[in-house]
T-cell receptor
Framework: AQKITQTQPGMFVQEKEAVTLDCTYD???????LFWYKQPSSGEMIFLIYQGSYDQQNATEGRYSLNFQKARKSANLVISASQLGDSAMYFC??????????????FGKGTKLSVIP | GAVVSQHPSWVICKSGTSVKIECRSL??????MFWYRQFPKQSLMLMATSNEGSKATYEQGVEKDKFLINHASLTLSTLTVTSAHPEDSSFYIC???????????????FGPGTRLTVL
């Protein structure tokens, strides 16, 4: 069974500083995908970044980057130059391997990030 | 691109009534849509996977007769909560899987959610 672990229930970061949100995963399948989503207080889930298990380089999307350490099964999200609007819940998720047919996502419990002015 | 809408955004209903929630992919086709339920301060719980033109696949513990899902087209899926009761009050959120091969294949794009309150 797939499992996603986010060990930080809450994090604080000073505005303009960088922050790392931890995510570890457990799967025996060689092919998988890892996602990070942001959920502000409004409730919508916003896709931030994706990392495929076979990707050679760490994914980056603007201020977001994913520190992918395959051997350690970790996929930490790094947010650079934090902004007040980054305050939200952040969820790490893993996609079922290709060929399974369902493409379901397994979500972690989330980390609440608060950016301090 | 990859916008998913959900309607209504919130609904209050009396116990025993049925509520229909619509999920639409506005600018892409989605063979697969997913319905989730989220309790306050908790993660998303997958309820069912909906494939266009076929019956939905429900997760263990989710009553298929209570949560009716219809996926009539490549851009529309509906969730009907039948005979709603106060314990059904929750935040319901749908997602759609993009068919397009992109830098982030098979990404799920989420709707804004529907907050259901059953009195």
């Amino acid at each position: 069974a797939q499992k996603i672990t986010q060990t930080q229930p809450g994090m604080f970061v000073q505005e303009k500083e960088a922050v790392t949100l931890d995510c570890t995963y457990d799967t025996s399948d060689p092919s998988y995908g890892l996602f990070w989503y942001k959920q502000p207080s409004s409730g919508e889930m916003i896709f931030l970044i994706y990392q495929g298990s076979y990707d050679q380089q760490n994914a980056t999307e603007g201020r977001y980057s994913l520190n992918f350490q395959k051997a350690r099964k970790s996929a930490n999200l790094v947010i650079s130059a934090s902004q007040l609007g980054d305050s939200a819940m952040y969820f790490c998720a893993m996609r079922d391997p290709a060929g399974a047919g369902s493409y379901q996502l397994t979500f972690g419990k989330g980390t609440k990030l608060s950016v301090i002015p | 691109g990859a916008v998913v809408s959900q309607h209504p955004s919130w609904v209050i209903c009396k116990s025993g009534t049925s509520v229909k929630i619509e999920c639409r992919s506005l600018d892409f086709q989605a063979t697969t849509m997913f319905w989730y339920r989220q309790f306050p301060k908790q993660s998303l719980m997958l309820m069912a996977t909906s494939n266009e033109g076929s019956k939905a696949t429900y997760e263990q513990g989710v009553e298929k007769d209570k949560f009716l899902i219809n996926h009539a087209s490549l851009t529309l899926s509906t969730l009907t909560v039948t005979s709603a009761h106060p314990e059904d009050s929750s935040f319901y959120i749908c997602s759609a899987r993009s068919l397009a091969v992109s830098r982030a294949p098979d990404t799920q794009y989420f709707g804004p959610g529907t907050r259901l309150t059953v009195l």
